[in-house]
């Protein structure tokens, strides 16, 4: 069962225009919240493509999100570019170093290749420590005025009437909000064309896909390079709001890819809409328990295990079984006919 085209696309845009509106008829620590939310589902979007329809589990995205975030802290310190020209020279770097990395990690499969995806990140950051242009082990800050300065902010500012600080925040929750929307819309009708199915057949059976065709080092090596341009544009957008950077930071491995982890697994790995549900549990989960200090990260810990446990599709699935409600549907329909199907007379003797 899925929802009327027509209703899904009104609710869509109602949803998105509340959404957009959000810097104007919100507080901005509201604004910085949703920019929070909305950087662990891009991430989340990102990690279900790599590891829930190519079947690629990497436990090293926190390469891409560190590599694009002193990517872009390099193009203002030390060549004076606007910081959103940083943003996408951000994402290119961690597209490019995702070249050398897919040669050694593709050579290994399950465990291994999670486990030197993770080994290749850890020697990332270690080396990221060394340069001392970027403050080295210490990390470094954005010179002051970075964001106040930036491309489209003074335009805001009037616009919305609210300060610089104010104003940059609406920027680059604009921009992370777009990302996300243009990640979800590329992934649906990507994972709908030809190469998208073949992709679902690589994960499900690689060698029955080989043998009708399909390339799975080509493909996996493509969406493996298209996610960490996702990654390194958002790790590169978070920093700037952050304004600090350092190698322990960028480069978290909790941070940036366990509770990405989490969030898919809980929401429905496989699934569109399963990192959205994930993130908003995650985020109500982190609101409630946030005083608690480490119950917080007992209680996600045991909701992981009872979903893997009880609900192997994660919440969306779950929902989705229960009531047949598909809102992103990804199978084909097979063609409507106006009548019964033909049949073939038998021959007699």
């Known amino acids: 069962m899925t929802l009327p085209r027509p209703i899904a696309i009104i609710l869509a845009f109602a949803a998105l225009a509340v959404l957009y509106a959000m810097p104007a008829i919100a507080p901005r620590a509201v604004v910085q919240d949703l920019f929070g939310i909305l950087t662990l589902l891009v991430l989340a979007m990102n990690w ?19 590599i694009g975030a002193y990517a872009m802290f390099a193009a203002i310190i030390l060549y004076g570019l606007d910081p959103l020209i940083g943003v996408l020279i951000g994402g290119i770097a961690a597209a490019l170093f995702a070249v050398p990395m897919a040669f050694f990690a ?28 970027l403050g080295g082990g210490t990390g470094t800050s954005l010179p002051k005025g970075t964001t106040r300065d930036m491309w489209g902010v003074e335009g805001i500012k009037d616009w919305l009437d609210v300060s610089s600080a104010a104003a940059a925040d609406a920027l680059t929750y604009w921009l992370m909000l777009s990302l996300a929307v243009v990640l979800l819309v590329a992934s649906y009708v990507f994972l709908r ?7 679902q057949a690589i994960r499900d059976n690689e060698t029955a896909a080989r043998s009708v065709g399909v390339d799975p080092v080509k493909l996996k090596a493509m969406v493996f390079l298209l996610t960490a341009f996702g990654t390194g544009l958002c790790g590169a957008l978070a920093f700037i709001q ?8 960028a ?3 909790i941070d940036w890819t366990a509770f990405v982890i989490f969030i898919t697994v809980i929401g429905g790995i496989g699934t569109l809409p399963g990192p959205i549900v994930g993130v908003a549990v995650f985020y109500a989960l982190q609101r409630l328990l946030a005083d608690y200090g480490t119950i917080y990260l007992i209680v996600l810990g045991l909701l992981g295990i009872a979903v893997m446990l009880f ?17 992103l549907p990804l199978r084909h329909r097979p063609p409507k006919t106006d009548g019964p199907l033909p049949t073939t007379k038998r021959r007699t003797a």
């Open 48 to 66: 279900n493509m790599l590891a829930g329809f190519a079947g690629l589990v990497s436990v090293g995205q926190q390469a891409f999100v560190g």
């Open 106 to 133: 593709f050579r290994l499969n399950g465990a291994y290749f999670a486990i030197g995806t993770w080994v290749v990140a850890d020697i990332a950051r270690l080396a990221i420590s060394q340069w001392k242009a």
């Open 193 to 199: 064309s030809r190469m998208g199915l073949g992709l």
């Open 242 to 249: 952050i304004t600090r950077v350092t190698p322990d930071a």
């Open 251 to 253: 480069f978290s491995v």
């Open 311 to 327: 609900a192997r599709r994660g919440l969306w699935g779950m929902f989705t079984d229960r009531t047949g409600i598909d809102l």
